[in-house]
């Protein structure tokens, strides 16, 4: 089957994504769906892939919402039986379903870092190890890991999250080896910025007043990037380089500007992307969003949170 490795899926007739209650799962769907696949759309919580499937059938398309813990083996079994049994072996499992942390190693948690690792790297494999053996037994299928551009680089602050993409990354590039005789596409999707409110400032250093700008200057920006088209950093503009890796079955595929910048400094410059890493430590980073966030005054914010609000109206 070694011309699996040039042929991709243009037309699925079955689809399974997770983290499609919101943002870049949300938006994959919707696409899928729109091109006449059934999606079964995956996620913990049940009201956002309820409301996902809701634009679904809104627009004409067919879909169903399943609550799925990632991290849950035995949940993902039960699910990929249930699918197969009522509509048949999926062509398509796109495991998106992530989480963020942004802190230094020595301010994430135990906790943390578990959870994290649990999500995005364990919710991937478990979701292959769930669904790969239906598709080689038909000799078809793609599977699309989501990771992120942070993959690249060692990044201060993100050592948890780039981590686990890291993993996942590699991860998939090993399974595209080792289900290619078989069949099965494996790709590797590196999303870029795109506005999803994944991550959070809850373990940086800021004080409190600080802290509730930012999170209102990013809760603008978001708002602005959904309204304003994907060529900024809409989750659309992930979810068309989704689908374009199931079409042509594209093993590593990076798609915000962001994300090929970090694969080639990765690639050709790797002792350069240290030196710049060690020069961007967490205080220097804490103190450069601190400052942004008393040079911003209250009446800029409060005039973007209006124009925000009228934007989407």
Not at 93 to 104: D, R, T
Not at 105 to 128: P, S, Y
Not at 155 to 178: D, H, I
Request: proline share 4%.
């Amino acid at each position: 089957m070694s011309g699996r490795l040039f042929r991709g899926i243009r037309d699925p007739k079955l689809v399974l994504i997770t983290g499609a209650g919101a943002g870049i799962g949300r938006a994959t769907a919707i696409r899928f769906a729109a091109r006449g696949a059934r999606v079964v759309v995956l996620d913990i919580d049940k009201a956002g892939a309820d409301e996902t499937v809701s634009k679904i059938l809104g627009a004409g398309g067919v879909a169903e919402a399943h609550r799925l813990d990632v991290t849950d083996q035995d949940a993902w079994n039960l699910l990929a039986q249930n699918v197969f049994e009522h509509h048949g072996v999926p062509d398509v499992l796109i495991n998106n379903a992530g989480i963020g942390v942004i802190a230094p190693f020595f301010r994430t948690t135990e906790q943390q870092w578990d959870r994290l690792m649990a999500v995005n790297v364990a919710g991937v494999t478990n979701g292959c190890r769930a669904v790969a053996p239906l598709m080689m037994t038909e000799q078809h299928g793609q599977i699309v890991n989501v990771a992120s551009g942070a993959a690249f680089l060692p990044t201060p602050l993100f050592s948890a999250y780039a981590t686990s993409k890291a993993q996942v990354r590699m991860f998939s590039e090993c399974l595209r080896g080792e289900l290619a005789p078989h069949g099965v596409g494996v790709s590797v999707v590196c999303p870029g910025g795109s506005a999803t409110g994944i991550f959070g400032t809850a373990n940086l250093s800021f004080d409190d007043a600080n802290a509730e700008k930012i999170e209102r200057m990013q809760a603008v920006a978001d708002t602005l990037i959904q309204r304003y088209g994907s060529w900024i950093a809409s989750p659309d503009g992930i979810a068309k380089g989704i689908v374009r890796a199931v079409t042509y079955n594209l093993g590593l595929v990076p798609v915000r500007p962001d994300a090929w910048f970090a694969e080639l400094a990765g690639r050709f410059a790797p002792e350069l992307v240290r030196v710049g890493s060690a020069q961007m430590g967490p205080k220097r980073v804490e103190a450069l969003v601190r400052i942004t966030g008393r040079l911003v005054p209250e009446q800029a914010i409060v005039a973007a949170e209006s124009f925000a609000a009228n934007a989407v109206r």
